[in-house]
Nanobody
């Protein structure tokens, strides 16, 4: 069964850090573009960051640029999202998804999704 599983969410104070992981089972991630997305309560889902299949190309939403870093370890079949200098407005459920296309504006052709991990930034 093809599955993506996110982990690493939790409660953190403003200014803190978290590292999210997106692990695949039932298939290998190395041929896929991977994107991180988030959905805050009452808001639409938005793209956060995408990484190409090789890991050589990345992009970020303006709201997280300079604070978040996406990376991948294909040997571990896992993609990461390092989140630093977290703000209350980063509070959301974070999802990872496979994509067919990486572009400077985001990733497209989304196929498989995880169930998400909740990040809460609050004092």
């Amino acid at each position: 069964q093809l599955q993506l599983v996110e982990s690493g969410g939790g409660l953190v104070q403003p200014g803190g850090s978290l590292r999210l992981s997106c692990a695949a089972s039932g298939f290998t991630l190395d041929s896929y573009v991977i994107g991180w997305f988030r959905q805050a309560p009452g808001k639409e889902r938005e793209g956060v960051s995408c990484v190409s299949s090789s890991g050589g190309s990345t992009n970020y939403a303006n709201s997280v640029k300079g604070r978040f870093t996406i990376s991948r370890d294909n040997a571990k079949n896992t993609v990461y999202l390092q989140m630093n200098s977290l703000k209350p407005e980063d509070t959301a459920v974070y999802y990872c998804a496979t994509a067919r296309i990486w572009a400077t504006t985001g990733c497209y052709g989304l196929d498989y999704w995880g169930k998400g991990t909740l990040v809460t930034v609050s004092s």
